[in-house]
Structure formats: C-alpha cells, structure tokens
Antibody, heavy 130, light 108 residues
Framework: QVQLQESGPGLVNPSQTLSLTCTVS??????????LNWIRQHPGKGLEWIGS???????YYSPSLKSRLTISVDTSKSQFSLELNSVTAADTAVYYC??????????????????????WGQGTTVTVSS | SSELTQDPAVSVALGQTVRITCQGD??????ASWYQQKPGQAPIVVIY???FRPSGIPDRFSGSGSGTSASLTITGAHAEDEADYYC???????????FGRGTKLTVL
C-alpha cells in the first residue's frame, strides 16, 4: 500500500525559503503515467495546486508561484521536495503531497481519460512568522 | 479558462439524494475526480473516471460527466457524508492541475 509522508519545519521566517520533503513508501517513485504533486490549503479555504513533477522528471508549476518555486525528485531516496523562496504570511497553510495517476481506458463509444490523486500525505502545517 | 466551478454550499436531508456539480473547460476530454475532505483531514478520492469508486467508498457515491460538466451524486445521504467536496482535473495541455473551489455539504 502506497503511503506519502510530508516532513519539514513547521515555522519559517518571512523572506526565507520553505523546504518540504515528501517520502513515498510502498511503491516505486518512478514508473509510468503519474505525477507527484504539492498542494496547499490556506486556513478555511480550498485546495490550491502548487506544482507537479512527472515520472519523466519534468516540472509544472502554478503560474502564481512559478517565480518562487522549485520541485525536485530524488528517486534513490523515494522522495520529492518543494522549495518556495521569499515566503510571506500568505504562504501560511497546510501543505500536502499527493500522487496523481493519468489513465486512459476503453469505454463504450471511445476512450475515457482521467487524472486522479489517489494517495495523499496527511499534510503538514507551515506557519510563516518571525 | 481552466477554472472549475462548483456551488459553494449544498444541503441535503438525511437519507435523501444530493447532486454536486462541477463545470469548466478543463473537463472537456477528461473525466473529473472527486474528493471528500473532512475537517482536519487530508482529502480522499471518492469517485474518478466515468464512475469508478476506490475500495472502501460506499456505493451510495456515484459520478457522471459529459462535455464540460461533471457531477457527484450521493444516494441516501448519511450524516458522515457531511464534508467539503472538490472536483479535479487538468487543463487541456495536461500541464496544469485544476481544482474546483469546493462544495460544503451539510446533511440536515
């Protein structure tokens, strides 16, 4: 059974870099047709996608965070990481990592395609404050 | 636009049927996935594809989709179904994840 676990500091000073790691257990971090995502949720708000790294190592970032964001993967450690620099109080949130599958399948009349985030970490709260 | 639109809040009487909808261009060519999130917990997937349920999700949850819309139906709502529900897909390029803003379901 695949599990994801976020780790990192719960408190970050303003203007510094927020660094989080997601450790994947129970399955290979590599392999076909999946993305590894970072998602955050501000207090009382909805889910906000931060960015993804694909199984081929290509990164995709939210346009609103792209200038401050780096996502990387270390397959030897079964981990992927998030670095968000120049943080402010607006970056205070619960941060989740999630595996996202991309699947196409035969369906009556054609081909179905879906993306699904089938495994999530439990989330880690990050507060930006001095 | 890559946004997904959901009603902010929906209510249903205990035991009745409720449908939660999601609309947006990102659903063209892709089925939505639906997530349930209870306070203090990570989201869990309840429906994906045209109508797949992960193991452990009750069969009162079902999904459908066509064109640029998708819906999640709960047939015979239970008290424990009270939660926030989010739809998800990717934009037409496949490069950008899109979430709906969420629907808060209240079971009366």
């Amino acid at each position: 059974q695949v599990q994801l676990q976020e780790s990192g500091p719960g408190l970050v000073n303003p203007s510094q870099t927020l660094s989080l790691t997601c450790t994947v257990s129970g399955d290979s971090i590599s392999g076909g047709d999946h993305y590894l995502n970072w998602i955050r949720q501000h207090p009382g708000k909805g889910l906000e996608w931060i960015g993804s790294i694909s199984d081929s190592g290509k990164t995709y970032y939210s346009p609103s965070l792209k200038s401050r964001l780096t996502i990387s993967v270390d397959t030897s450690k079964s981990q992927f990481s998030l670095e968000l620099n120049s943080v402010t109080a607006a970056d205070t949130a619960v941060y989740y990592c999630a595996r996202e599958l991309s699947r196409k399948y035969s369906i009556f009349g054609g081909v179905g395609h879906y993306y699904v985030m089938d495994v999530w970490g439990q989330g880690t709260t990050v507060t930006v404050s001095s | 636009s890559s946004e997904l639109t959901q009603d902010p809040a929906v209510s249903v009487a205990l035991g009745q049927t409720v449908r939660i909808t999601c609309q947006g261009d990102s659903l063209r060519g892709h089925y939505a996935s639906w997530y349930q999130q209870k306070p203090g917990q990570a989201p869990i997937v309840v429906i994906y594809g045209d109508n797949f349920r992960p193991s452990g999700i009750p069969d009162r949850f079902s999904g459908s989709g066509s064109g640029t819309s998708a819906s999640l139906t709960i047939t015979g709502a239970h008290a424990e179904d009270e939660a926030d529900y989010y739809c998800h897909s990717r934009d037409s390029s496949g490069n950008v994840v899109v979430f709906g803003r969420g629907t808060k379901l209240t079971v009366l």
